[in-house]
């Protein structure tokens, strides 16, 4: 029997508490590595591709729903996550596109010239 684990309703979700989530780098790679894959992922698979312990891995993920930006759905010891697509585009439309969308390479954008500063 599966159940779906305690997050934030909708209206509760916090632009600060997303933002503080979404700062962390071992955050950002799992919720990377959900949007890549669509629907419901198995947690160890979207964390074999951080170097953390389980543990740690753990309390990320319950970072991560905490903060309204995953679901968990619990199913004996097993855990599943998906994102909250659209509860996030409801609540801060775009967001998400502009965090995980993956951007230019480092050192791609040239700096603007000095005369274009003056």
């Given at each position: 029997m599966s159940?779906?684990?305690?997050?934030?309703s909708r209206d509760s979700i916090d632009l600060v508490?997303?933002?503080?989530?979404?700062?962390d780098p071992v955050r950002l790679t799992l919720l990377r590595g959900m949007?890549?894959?669509?629907?419901?992922?198995?947690c160890a698979t979207v964390a074999s591709g951080v170097d953390v312990s389980p543990p740690t891995?753990?309390?990320?993920y319950r970072v991560l729903r905490e903060a309204?930006?995953?679901?968990t759905v619990a199913e004996g010891r097993r855990r599943s996550v998906t994102i909250r697509h659209d509860d996030l585009e409801a609540r801060f439309p775009g967001l998400l596109a502009a965090v995980l969308t993956p951007t230019a390479a480092p050192g791609a954008l040239a700096a603007p010239s000095r005369a274009a500063v003056l």
């Open positions: 159940r779906q684990l305690p997050q934030p508490t997303v933002l503080a989530a979404l700062a949007y890549a894959s669509s629907g419901l992922v198995d891995v753990s309390h990320h309204g930006l995953t679901t």
